[in-house]
T-cell receptor
Framework: AQRVTQPEKLLSVFKGAPVELKCNYS??????LFWYVQYSRQRLQLLLR??SRESIKGFTADLNKGETSFHLKKPFAQEEDSAMYYC??????????????FGTGTLLAVQP | GAVVSQHPSWVICKSGTSVKIECRSL??????MFWYRQFPKQSLMLMAT?????????EQGVEKDKFLINHASLTLSTLTVTSAHPEDSSFYIC????????????FGQGTRLTVV
């Protein structure tokens, strides 16, 4: 079964500190991994996906198949990064009907 | 990016009545849309996958007769909560993907349903 685990419900850091939001997954095949972000009173939006291998708003995430992890990292947190972050997995067998499975989310609070 | 719009943004209804929530992809065609339910301070739980022109695929434990899904066109899917009860009160979110493989999912702003 597909499962996404985010062990931390809340992560509180000071501005300028490094951030790492943990995400582990279980899936027997080759998954697609995503990070979604939900700012206060806004809709869920895609932050980044592992196949893009890009950095968005200073965030990066590397898929580690050996550890089945997709941790989200940023070297220097900003106050505007405060939001709810969801890790998500999609089975990668093609087709538009593949569903996204979400982790429970981590609330990142960046303090001044 | 593409826009997905839900209507209404919030609704209050009496117990026993039915409520319809619309999900529209405003500037793209979506063969597939997804309906999620989110409880306070919890994650999104997938309820069903809505396929244009065919029956929806429901997740285990979701009552298909309770949550009726219709996907009549490539830009519109509807979720009807039938005979609503207070325990159906929740935040319902839809998402839509462009037709084709490896496409991004875009999310609606959500609908807050309160059953009194």
């Amino acid at each position: 079964a597909q499962r996404v685990t985010q062990p931390e419900k809340l992560l509180s850091v000071f501005k300028g500190a490094p951030v790492e939001l943990k995400c582990n997954y279980s899936y027997s095949g080759s998954p697609e991994l995503f990070w979604y972000v939900q700012y206060s009173r806004q809709r869920l939006q895609l932050l980044l996906r592992h196949i893009s291998r890009e950095s968005i708003k200073g965030f990066t995430a590397d898929l580690n198949k050996g550890e089945t992890s997709f941790h989200l990292k940023k070297p220097f947190a900003q106050e505007e990064d405060s939001a709810m972050y969801y890790c998500a997995l999609r089975a990668n067998y093609g087709g538009a009907t593949n569903k996204l499975i979400f982790g429970t989310g981590t609330l990142l609070a960046v303090q001044p | 990016g593409a826009v997905v719009s839900q209507h209404p943004s919030w609704v209050i209804c009496k117990s026993g009545t039915s409520v319809k929530i619309e999900c529209r992809s405003l500037d793209f065609q979506a063969t597939t849309m997804f309906w999620y339910r989110q409880f306070p301070k919890q994650s999104l739980m997938l309820m069903a996958t809505s396929n244009e022109g065919s029956k929806a695929t429901y997740e285990q434990g979701v009552e298909k007769d309770k949550f009726l899904i219709n996907h009549a066109s490539l830009t519109l899917s509807t979720l009807t909560v039938t005979s609503a009860h207070p325990e159906d009160s929740s935040f319902y979110i839809c998402s839509a993907r462009r037709t084709g493989p490896n496409t991004e999912a875009f999310f609606g702003q959500g609908t807050r349903l309160t059953v009194v």
